[in-house]
């Protein structure tokens, strides 16, 4: 999947976007762009949790919660002031709330629009482009303030139902239904890099959907809407979503740290029949300087078997930068291990 900022429907053509709005405000070519973003970082204090067990429900219950971001930005390609337009859902009672990085990136001013229109500036938190999350923290009353709970994705299953609240094309609180059509994708984040394990759903997303909530019949979020995949750049039923435990993690580093730091090894790889194999290392990273070299097969990490790219990936993810990690892996027919010390992910 490719993230694209789109300028004309001909540039949308056999993608997966970004699904944040951004209108261009000049005077003669208004056009949309498209974008993501990232979050992370801390617990909820409250909670609209229900059993809701209906769409209806789920909206019932998870409306109130979910916002309308505006960004605007100097950046925009057609000289000028940029605005863009997303979705995003309260996280705590202190102000915070969940997005995409791609919304807010390059932001000079951040606006969020309440359920009932009342709006109030925010100011951003933290960002994190590797897994397209963000955190802002909007100054409103107590109130306007109706966090959604966080529920757990691994415990997802393929045909379950879920439900998306956001603002496609400005539409605030807009719901769609649909239900996990597959688990285990892959979209490519803001900074080129994987996020792993993303939700697929036919729940019908669309532009300024992006940083919304996916959220189970029991009312809690169980990803964020990030990216669609479309001939045409419009919602064809393809749409996918960070997963909320990744969210979890990843916001409770930006709330407690301001920033995520991710473990590095410094290769591509593959899923092959034996393991996951090494298509690339690059020069100068912890795998290279373990000698580690591409074609070699991984098949453990630390003892423990590895059958496709997305474990592996997911593996060094769980680690901290500094630490080791012992790695098996298969060369001209032979077995090996090397000890490999995992490196700051470059950003």
């Known amino acids: 999947m ?45 909670s609209t949790t229900t059993a809701a ?40 009672g202190s102000g915070h709330v969940i997005t995409n990085e791609h919304v807010v990136e390059g932001a000079n001013s951040i606006s969020v629009q309440f359920w009932n229109g009342a709006t109030y500036k925010a100011s ?14 909007v100054n409103a009353p107590t109130s306007m303030l109706h966090p959604i709970s966080l529920g757990n994705s691994s415990a997802l299953q393929v045909g379950q139902p879920v439900v998306a609240i956001g603002s496609p ?22 900074n080129n890099f994987t996020i792993a394990d993303s939700i697929q759903t036919d729940a019908a997303i669309n532009h300024g959907n992006s940083g919304g909530p996916l959220l189970n019949l029991s009312g809690q979020v169980i990803g964020i809407t990030s990216q669609i995949k479309s001939d045409s750049g419009e919602n064809t039923g393809i749409g996918f979503a960070v ?17 995520v730091r991710h473990a590095y090894l410094g290769v591509g790889i593959a899923t092959a029949q034996s393991g996951v194999q090494l298509t690339e290392v690059r020069p100068g990273t912890p795998a290279a300087n373990a000698g580690l070299q591409s074609g070699d097969v991984i098949t453990r990490i630390d ?31 032979s077995t ?12």
């Open 169 to 190: 094309y400005g539409l605030e609180e807009t719901v769609t239904s649909g239900v996990v059509s597959a688990l285990h994708r892959e979209m490519t984040a803001p």
């Open 2 to 46: 490719t993230r694209i900022f789109a300028l004309s429907a001909a540039l949308l053509a056999a993608a997966a976007v970004g699904i944040a709005s951004y209108a261009v405000a000049t005077k003669s070519d208004p056009r949309t762009v498209v974008r993501e973003v990232t979050v992370s970082g801390g617990t909820p204090t409250a």
């Open 303 to 333: 003892g423990h078997k590895v059958t496709t790219a997305s474990e592996l990936g997911q593996a060094i993810d769980a680690r901290r930068p500094g630490s080791t990690v012992v790695l098996t892996y298969l060369r001209d027919g």
């Open 124 to 137: 951003l938190v933290g960002t994190d482009p590797s897994t397209d999350v963000a955190v802002i923290k």
């Open 53 to 92: 067990a209906s769409v209806t429900g789920v909206y019932q219950s998870a409306s109130k919660g979910v916002v309308e971001i505006t960004v605007s930005t100097n950046s925009s390609p057609y000289g000028g002031q940029a605005q863009a337009q997303g979705s995003g859902f309260v996280y705590d």
């Open 243 to 259: 997963p909320s435990n990744t969210v979890r993690s990843i916001v409770t580093q930006l709330l407690t740290n301001g920033n």
């Open 336 to 347: 090996h291990t090397v000890s490999v010390k995992l490196g700051l992910r470059p950003s």
